[in-house]
């Protein structure tokens, strides 16, 4: 009875004298040569620690102020606190269990490089023998407000305000939370999201019940199952993607409205390796600008507008084959206006085919498809059939609207490669009238194609109902010129100048070279007739002189002519006995557009050769009669109603009133 009082007082003796000395220096110090020593073994590192203590009621032992450093004396981790709840209820098996460990604060700063060293040493520790009696077991670790931040060679991530609950059991319970995520990749901008996950471990099997990733509004949700040994698994996913989140991430100027929701399943085939092993079923539908996507994808031909998209994605990933439908509103397709194309999506061996497009274009009908080269995007195809398209608003693109009248166009296009360099076919025809020769235009078309920004035409011709006119050249968009050569023929050739001159009728061939601007440019051209008609009354001068006709057997001259000048190289008309030659200019001040040839002003030399003074003198006058042969150089300048003569007049054979002899 004595030995068993004498253990007792012994036994509460010895626990008042640890319980006093156990939040003490020395207590802290042994702790500290125990504890530091196997953590430095474990992981290859060096720690230092504040203080280590035990505390008996409850029992629990304490770190604080717990740092680890590289070789290089870098800091790794700094942690506020770790307490760990220990139960005895395992010391006859020699078992020594944490029942709680809880980790407050901790900052964790960390490269692949030092965690592969790490986990290395790690897994050598743990294969040798251990040098204590007492197997340490672990039964939850409780995380608080840490943050970890890992660096690899070309980007890093952060996870703050991290919190963690595992509790280890035969299935460990994993839930993981981070407010604050963010990854900051070189060449983009940062993403700012959050991050949440619960998941188990079961034996080689991953059960993720929930992983829930967020940037900005877009979000990922998934859970599935992974088995490690053989990676093989199932997860089912569910994404809503705002365009807005990707136009920030990536710096993206253009318009970043829309969103894409994608939900289906992720597969994983252990047995294959690579892409191959990862299969993919996606129902993706939403909308995007068509603007912020070729930017992402780096195209820099003009491709834009609103697109809606309703589609499938299936496979593995390096053989992912796509079907689906789209909806383009109010889009530009290199440059060409769309009112709306519905179209079929098609996407397999990394070719991205629009099928069966139909729509609306500059107020026609179009049948359209088309392939572009995914990811990268360096070649692509556009094939389009046009009908009735509006004539204006395709020559507006070349920047010859109103140089026709408006008409519709109906025409092929395609083009393939890494360039936007079509060729096809169109044809014209005129749906309102005009007045002078464009609005009588009836008809045209080409061939045509394109290269480096210029279009070259082929056998472009154009015809009203008397005049027709073939040509072959070029438009170049770089600087807004053009270059033509051709010929022509018409009828009469009243029908090239009505109603601006209607003086002259009859037939004429010309050949015609046009260079310059496309706001105004210059046409060079030569020309011939064959029995000319010369009427005063289409001068629009009866009331200065009588109507006469003249009748020339051949007219031929060199012009030159922009909207606001036409330049008289060389004129000739002969007939069987007179002669006509000029030379000079003839001015266009109020012209607005080519072959506005109204309110002339002349400043032209004129030769007269054998003319007969009868005809010219009746011109002015019946009443006085005066024949013989007149020969003359004159100057005429002054406008229509102003017209001035200058000059010297050589008459032969002259008689006045059929009496009179000079």
Known sequence: M????????????????????????????????????ELEAATGRKFIAQQIYINLFPLFAEIKGLKSFDDNGERILEIQRVKGYIGLSGLLQKKLFINRLV???????????????ISANVKKYLEQEPKTPFKVEVRSVTLNEAELSYRDTDYKLLLGDLHADVTITRDPKFIVSSSRVVFDRKGLNEAKGSLDTVFFLRGPLIDLKKLKITADKSGVFTSGSLETKGLTGKFLSEATIYLDSVKKIFGLKKNGAGQLTVKGSIGLDGLKSGFDSVFVDMKINGDLFLETLMELLKVKERIAGHISVDGHVKGPLNKLHAEGKAELDKGDLFGVPIERLNCNILYHDGAMRFLGGHGRVLQGNAVAEGMIRLPVVNYFEVRVKASDVSSNGLLRLIGLDHVLPEGKINGTLSTAGSDFDPVGEFSYRNTI????????VREGGSRFNMKGNIIYFDNLSFGTDKS????????????????????GETKDVGDLLFPYFAALSGPARFSHIVSGSLNNPDIDFHFDSQRTIFSTNGVGTAAIVNHKVFVFDTVSGDLDYRKDRLKVKHFSAISEHEGINASGTVLFPRAVSLFDLKNPVFNLSLSLRNADIKTLSSMFSNKLTISGVLNTDFNLSGGLTAIKLSGEVHGKDMTIADKYAL
């Open 2 to 37: 004595k030995r068993q009082f004498f253990y007792i007082a012994a036994a509460v003796l010895l626990f008042s004298i640890f319980l006093y000395a156990s939040r003490g220096p020395n207590i802290s110090n042994a702790l500290k040569k125990i504890i530091l020593p």
């Open 103 to 117: 980790i407050v604060n901790p900052i964790i700063d960390a490269n692949k490089k030092g965690i592969d060293e």
């Open 433 to 440: 009238a005009g007045r002078d020769v464009l609005g009588r």
């Open 468 to 487: 027709g006119l073939l040509a072959s050249g070029s438009v170049n968009l770089n600087n807004n010129t053009l270059s033509f050569q051709g010929t």
